[in-house]
Antibody, heavy 120, light 108 residues
Framework: EVQLVQSGAEVKKPGESLKISCKAS????????IGWVRQMPGKGLEWMGI????????RYSPSFQGQVTISADKSISTAYLQWSSLRAPDSGMYYC?????????????WGKGTAVTVSS | SYELTQPPSVSVSPGQTARITCSGD??????VYWYQQKPGQAPVLVIY???ERPSGIPERFSGSTSGTTVTLTISGVQAEDEADYYC???????????FGGGTKLTAL
């Protein structure tokens, strides 16, 4: 079964760093892009960026460039989203999804999401 | 940065046809993808490449394009189709993707 398993909910203080993960299984991790999507409470989906684990090519949305870092470790089929200094507006649900650019082009497999709360 | 525009809400009676639009300047050149999201759940891809349906998605879901506007059509809306629907596409140079603001579909 193709699936993406995300790390658990996080509660952090402003200024702290954070790295959340997305572990893939059931398919060749290095042959598909992995994307990250933010959903703030009660709001819509926001595409943050994608990474191709095969060569670590990363593309960011202009809205998130410089705000987060997307990476991957192909040896353990895991993608990451990290912040160096969290702010309260970073609170939200973060989804990883497989972006099948070589096939359908869409985000065809999704993780269940990681809830991030940033509060003093 | 590039934006896609959707109506905030669409309401139809069960059994009727719902049409959800998505507008963007680059849509004549870039494919559109549609996602369904129910409360507390991750999104699900329901249409890819403007009008293709992934396996497992009911035939009542279809997509079409006309210039800078694309449309998701749900024929014979059922109560289980109540959800938020998001379009997604790329900017004109295919550098990054964006989502529309989302449309809440209500089956009255």
């Amino acid at each position: 079964e193709v699936q993406l398993v995300q790390s658990g909910a996080e509660v952090k203080k402003p200024g702290e760093s954070l790295k959340i993960s997305c572990k893939a299984s059931g398919y060749s991790f290095t042959n598909y892009w992995i994307g990250w999507v933010r959903q703030m409470p009660g709001k819509g989906l926001e595409w943050m960026g994608i990474i191709y684990p095969g060569d670590s090519d990363v593309r960011y949305s202009p809205s998130f460039q410089g705000q987060v870092t997307i990476s991957a470790d192909k040896s353990i089929s895991t993608a990451y989203l990290q912040w160096s200094s969290l702010r309260a507006p970073d609170s939200g649900m973060y989804y990883c999804a497989r972006q099948d650019l070589g096939g359908s082009g869409g985000m065809d497999v999704w993780g269940k999401g990681t809830a991030v709360t940033v509060s003093s | 940065s590039y934006e896609l525009t959707q109506p905030p809400s669409v309401s139809v009676s069960p059994g009727q046809t719902a049409r959800i639009t998505c507008s963007g300047d680059a849509l004549p050149k870039q494919y559109v993808y549609w996602y369904q999201q129910k409360p507390g759940q991750a999104p699900v891809l329901v249409i890819y490449k403007d009008s293709e349906r992934p396996s497992g998605i009911p035939e009542r879901f279809s997509g079409s394009t006309s210039g800078t506007t694309v449309t998701l059509t749900i024929s014979g809306v059922q109560a289980e189709d109540e959800a938020d629907y998001y379009c997604q596409s790329a900017d004109s140079s295919a550098t990054y993707r964006v989502f529309g603001g989302g449309t809440k579909l209500t089956a009255l």
